[in-house]
């Protein structure tokens, strides 16, 4: 199965798709054979790299005006023919949705046969509601009371907070179940 892997994220610092040392350090580690992955982030086209160390506050009102600025109708005109191209190359598409990720890929509003081949991790996730894929699995740390304002159900949920999906032993122990789970289908 030709496939791609790949993280939507809330942009940290505005317009950039560099991926941040935690995104690399968890693609290393991860199981997926490094020719699959998305080199960048949403939109996945090369723009700068991630600038770190980054300062929280800064990268927090990034994300959040991220946010609000997908709901608008200029953000889906901007971004969906080119993901839509992107994604008509592979037969399964995996994305790892962080935080306000989801509420982006949701704001895309991807014709029924590009999220017919869309499977999301999403960990802590922050949107308005679940994307209509192949599949979704959610993740949430027990002490994420963001992403467990948005979303009250999730697959799993573990002892993490907002900023540590990434880091922890169990994300990368659930994603690689999912990710085994999709490319054997």
């Known amino acids: 199965m030709k496939h791609v892997v790949g ?7 505005r317009g950039c798709t560099g991926l941040s040392q935690e995104q690399r350090d968890f693609q290393r580690r991860s199981a997926v054979p490094e020719e699959n992955w998305l080199r960048h982030n949403f939109p996945w086209q090369e723009t700068f790299p991630f600038p770190e160390p980054f300062h929280l506050l800064s990268a927090s009102w990034n994300n959040v005006r991220h946010y609000f600025e997908s709901r608008r109708p200029v953000f889906r005109e901007q971004h969906r023919a080119g993901v839509v191209e992107l994604f008509a190359r592979h037969d399964a598409v995996i994305l790892l949705a962080g935080s306000c990720g989801l509420e982006l890929l949701n704001n ?12 999301v991790f999403a960990y802590g ?3 308005r509601r679940r994307p209509e894929v192949a599949s979704c699995f959610m993740v949430q740390g027990e002490g994420d009371v963001i992403s467990r304002t ?4 999730a697959e799993a949920r573990f002892p993490c907070p907002h900023m540590g999906y990434l880091a922890a032993a169990e994300t990368r122990r659930l994603f690689e179940s999912f990710y085994r789970g999709v490319v054997a289908s």
Do not use: K, N, Q, Y
């Open 150 to 153: 948005f979303h009250r159900h």
């Open 125 to 127: 996730p922050v949107s």
């Open 108 to 119: 895309l509003d991807l014709p029924a046969e590009t999220r017919g081949r869309l499977h």
């Open 7 to 13: 993280f939507i994220t809330g942009h940290s610092a």
